[in-house]
């Protein structure tokens, strides 16, 4: 047990843990993370077995990772905790060593004889420390007074405090982990949603977005509307960077599209032989739409994508959310037979029509083609949050003290020699031991002479 | 005046301040060296003016892009070198840090760097820009003194001046870790939460900065518990810094991830 102790206590295991955190890290960040089997192997070929075993390929969720941060988070409680005791008693404790000899081995000392009763010789300088805010500790020894003054104490707990902090922050990394809730939420305009794992629902009012003149995106704008047992509880808008909150669960607006599955369009049917006809019908994919004309009685749209494109083993796919190539798989029938049956793209009009049916009798123009807006917000419980925050406030609050709130202590032993107060002071400083010096030097000048 | 001519006047303050402080550490004229030092304040006055402009007309913080934020930390670099310059007896300090400053700046300048002002992705339209990117950048600011003072002390040949290298190299780690913990950890959490709705997604360049926090959280425990000075400390802050450099630089390039805009 207590070997265990020991070998937790120890800094060396924090200075190895430091390293293989880091080279672990640095591996995750060699190895794309989280991706498909198909590109490791691809990307590694046969050892790409070993690197899904050895959890590589997620690294930073694996088992072996997280023990590395376990132990970490051990070793900090360790370390802390057995340097602590002895903290305490030298920021608190009234104990206080006070041997005039030692004292005369630190680097800032003093010592001089003051004309004095004991009692009025305490209390000058005992004035004179309180006035630059020393906390004073005062003891009686078999020979004379011994006075241990101390300022900025919580100075000495700045490591501490970090370290409280890492761990606080490494407990809301894993309870994120484990308790944490997340999904994305697609909704259409007026479409109302259940929250996963919440027992209220949210409903899209409205989804727009913004442009700069020049044409770049400037923000995506959600009105989103939470609702209780179907009524309606709040409205905000949910903005990147800005988002909604509501019993523990954050809405963010993450993504957005157009819901290309359900397009409208229209359909322009023309004749070669007969410049004046024309007529325009609209209709969805799959639906029969009557034409009604001797050479044309219905026509049907088989598949519509929005950027057009033939991708992997000849199949047509879309290549982008954007309407950059619309295109529509269109047949004509007359009565039974099928008169046309062909791809026709929105902004090449001329292109293609007919290629199956030989030349055509019959013109297509696709027009007017759009679909719905959606918007993806992320619904997130996340009860690790509220201890990222409280360890970032311990880290910063643990690095001033540590580095800005340096604490200082001078120890004075007034002692009674031929007829006069000797007195013996000598004073630490864990930083700016010049601005000590001065002040330490002007503290006894001011008790020798004062003005 | 427009945002470029403050910034090239600022650049010719700066080589003006890298020659005479070089020709102070050559002559051996202690006294030129303050020339050099006010000649690079005189430079920072021009660039100040430089980036406040940018701001005015890009109506945003002046670090979106690659030529931004290379004009802000050389900017930085520049306080730091204020900041410890005067007070600091290491007369080397000057010359080397301008040296890395008209790097930086000469960078910022070349065709590579795209200079127009692009309007703000909605990602990047939060105030936490500000306090993410600047204080960010203000630490590595002083980790690039940790890394000069460093070097020097690896090619310093008397005991004295090693000393004081030394202690300016903590003294820069002392400032600079603070405000990268702060900034670039601390900040990038709470504004990753607010923009992409995680504070933590191991993106490459977070684990970057937390690769970088570790060999620095390596570098104070090494010397304040076990008493490490000198030559090891000056190794770690060096390899502290390449991994900042790294951080910075290296993750846009090399490495693809969430954070791809500067």
């Not at chain 1, 020991?6 to 200075?15: E, G």
């Not at chain 2, 934020?69 to 306080?79: C, D, E």
Request: net charge positive; aromatic share 14%; with cysteine.
């Amino acid at each position: 047990m207590k070997s265990t102790w020991k070998f937790f206590a120890s800094v060396k295991l924090a200075i190895v843990l430091f390293i293989l955190i880091t080279l672990a890290s640095i591996l995750g960040t060699l190895i794309p993370q989280g991706r498909s089997a198909a590109e490791y192997t691809a990307r590694y070929g046969g050892s790409s077995g070993l690197f899904v075993s050895l959890q590589l390929t997620r690294l930073y969720q694996s088992f072996w990772y997280l023990a590395l941060l376990l132990l970490f988070a051990l070793n900090t409680v360790v370390c802390t905790v057995s340097r602590f005791g002895p903290k305490w008693r030298r920021a608190f404790g009234p104990a206080v060593d006070a041997n005039p000899q030692t004292l005369m081995t630190l680097k800032v000392k003093n010592r001089f004889r003051l004309a004095l009763p004991i009692a009025a010789a305490k209390d000058r300088i005992a004035g004179l420390l309180r006035s630059r805010r020393y906390r004073l500790t005062e003891s009686t020894t078999a020979s004379g007074v011994v006075l241990l003054a101390r300022k900025r104490r919580l100075g000495r707990f700045g490591s501490d405090v970090v370290h409280l902090g890492l761990l606080v922050i490494l407990a809301g990394g894993f309870t994120s982990g484990l308790g944490g809730r997340r999904a994305e939420v697609p909704l259409l305009e007026g479409q109302t949603a259940d929250v996963p794992h919440a027992a209220f629902q949210v409903r899209l009012d409205k989804f727009e977005t913004e442009y700069y003149p020049r044409g770049e995106v400037k923000d995506w704008k959600s009105t989103v509307t939470v609702l209780e047992n179907g009524a309606p509880v709040l409205t905000r808008v949910v903005m990147v960077n800005h988002p909604l909150t509501y019993r523990g669960f954050s809405f963010f607006q993450t993504s957005y599209g157009w819901d290309w599955d359900n397009p409208r369009f229209e359909l322009e049917v023309r004749k070669r032989a007969d410049a004046a006809f024309s007529k325009t019908v609209a209709l969805k994919v799959g639906e029969r739409a009557p034409v009604d004309d001797a050479d044309v009685s219905h026509v049907i749209v088989r598949q519509f994508v929005p950027d057009f494109v033939i991708g992997e083993g000849n199949q047509v796919q879309s290549r982008s959310q954007e309407p950059n190539n619309p295109a529509a798989m269109v047949e004509a029938w007359k009565g039974e037979e099928r008169v046309f049956s062909g791809w026709i793209f929105a902004k090449y009009p001329d292109f293609g029509q007919g290629h199956t049916a030989g030349q055509s009798a019959l013109a297509f123009v696709l027009k007017n083609y759009t679909a719905a807006p959606y918007s993806v917000l992320e619904a997130a419980k996340d009860p690790g949050v509220t201890f990222i925050w409280l360890g970032c406030v311990l880290v910063t609050a643990g690095f001033f003290l540590a580095f800005y709130w340096p604490p200082r202590e001078i120890r004075v032993v007034l002692e009674e020699v031929q007829g006069k107060i000797e007195v013996t002071t000598g004073g630490q400083a864990a930083k700016s031991r010049e601005t000590f010096q001065s002040e330490f030097d002007q503290i006894f000048e001011s008790a020798r002479r004062p003005a | 005046m427009t945002e470029s001519t403050l910034f090239t006047i600022a650049f010719i303050f700066y080589v003006a301040a890298l020659l005479v402080d070089f020709a102070s550490l050559f002559a051996r004229r202690e006294k030129w060296a303050r020339n050099g030092l006010a000649l690079a304040a005189a430079g920072l006055v021009f660039h100040t003016a430089a980036l406040i402009l940018r701001t005015v007309v890009s109506h945003h913080a002046p670090f979106t892009n690659m030529y931004e934020s290379l004009s802000f930390l050389s900017w930085a670099v520049v306080v730091a070198l204020i900041v410890f310059g005067r007070k600091t007896q290491v007369p080397k300090l000057g010359p080397y840090l301008m040296l890395i400053v008209v790097g930086l700046v000469a960078l910022a300048s070349s065709p590579l760097m795209p200079k127009g002002a692009t309007p703000l992705v909605p990602a990047l339209q939060s105030y936490w820009l500000w306090l993410h990117v600047s204080v960010t950048l203000l630490g590595e600011a002083f980790f690039t003194v940790a890394f000069v003072s460093s070097l020097l002390y690896l090619a310093a040949d008397t005991e004295e001046k090693k000393e004081k290298l030394d202690a300016l190299s903590y003294r820069a780690v002392a400032v600079g870790f603070p405000l990268f913990t702060l900034g670039g950890l601390i900040f990038g959490m709470v504004w990753a939460y607010r923009a992409w709705g995680s504070y933590w997604t191991w993106d490459p360049k977070e684990v970057w900065s937390l690769i970088t926090w570790f060999v620095f959280a390596l570098y104070l425990h090494t010397r304040v518990v076990m008493g490490w000075k000198g030559k090891r400390s000056a190794i770690v802050a060096i390899l502290g810094f390449l991994a900042a450099l790294f951080t910075y630089f290296g993750v846009n390039y090399l490495l693809a991830g969430l954070h791809s805009y500067a």
